[in-house]
T-cell receptor, first 111, second 113 residues
Framework: AQSVSQHNHHVILSEAASLELGCNYSYGGTVNLFWYVQYPGQHLQLLLKYFSGDPLVKGIKGFEAEFIKSKFSFNLRKPSVQWSDTAEYFC?????????FGTGTRLQVFP | DGGITQSPKYLFRKEGQNVTLSCEQNLNHDAMYWYRQDPGQGLRLIYYSQIVNDFQKGDIAEGYSVSREKKESFPLTVTSAQKNPTAFYLCATTGGIAYNEQFFGPGTRLTVL
């Protein structure tokens, strides 16, 4: 079965810093990949997803992720973070009829 | 107002009692899921259901039970057999086999005293 690794458990940045959160999945073939975000006190919501095509995926709020098949990776990036990006971020991969989530990365952005 | 409703937001129970968490959706989605979220462990799948009257165990089904008698509803019962029931429980839905994303409810925080 698929598995997902998120190596950054807690990231602390200042506003305007660049962000990259790592995500690796366990095996190849056709993969469907997702990044979800959970803002404090809010529902988990989709940031972006990759199914096929252009490996550089644009999401909401200026986030993007790059699918690199050779590295089994789907890292999340943002060029300049804001205080409002403080949240928990989850990477997920589709495994037959369900999603497998990583353990999450808690991002804190200070003004 | 379409969406997923989970009630209550906070729930307290005494150890040894069964408790049922509610999940209702009006998105007309076929599939529904229950996850448990613990700090540092991400979301772990408890049970899921692709259609009415059918459901499958997820990775951590022990101590939990579900039913899917209606398309709109997927209640989760946390039984007294669950050794560590205090957690944040999330319900999610997807719209069929070739789904594009999962939609999540607001969650229920269960505390067992």
């Amino acid at each position: 079965a698929q598995s997902v690794s998120q190596h950054n458990h807690h990231v602390i940045l200042s506003e305007a810093a660049s962000l990259e959160l790592g995500c690796n999945y366990s095996y190849g073939g056709t993969v469907n990949l997702f990044w979800y975000v959970q803002y404090p006190g809010q529902h988990l919501q989709l940031l972006l997803k990759y199914f096929s095509g252009d490996p550089l995926v644009k999401g909401i709020k200026g986030f993007e992720a790059e699918f690199i098949k050779s590295k089994f990776s789907f890292n999340l990036r943002k060029p300049s973070v804001q205080w409002s990006d403080t949240a928990e971020y989850f990477c997920a991969v589709k495994d037959t009829d369900k999603l497998i989530f990583g353990t999450g990365t808690r991002l804190q952005v200070f003004p | 107002d379409g969406g997923i409703t989970q009630s209550p937001k906070y729930l307290f129970r005494k150890e040894g009692q069964n408790v049922t968490l509610s999940c209702e959706q009006n998105l007309n989605h076929d599939a529904m899921y229950w996850y448990r979220q613990d700090p540092g462990q991400g979301l772990r799948l408890i049970y899921y259901s692709q259609i009415v009257n059918d459901f499958q165990k997820g990775d951590i089904a022990e101590g939990y039970s579900v039913s899917r008698e209606k398309k709109e509803s997927f209640p989760l019962t946390v039984t007294s057999a669950q050794k560590n029931p205090t957690a944040f429980y999330l319900c999610a839905t997807t719209g069929g086999i070739a789904y594009n994303e999962q939609f999540f409810g607001p969650g229920t925080r269960l505390t067992v005293l």
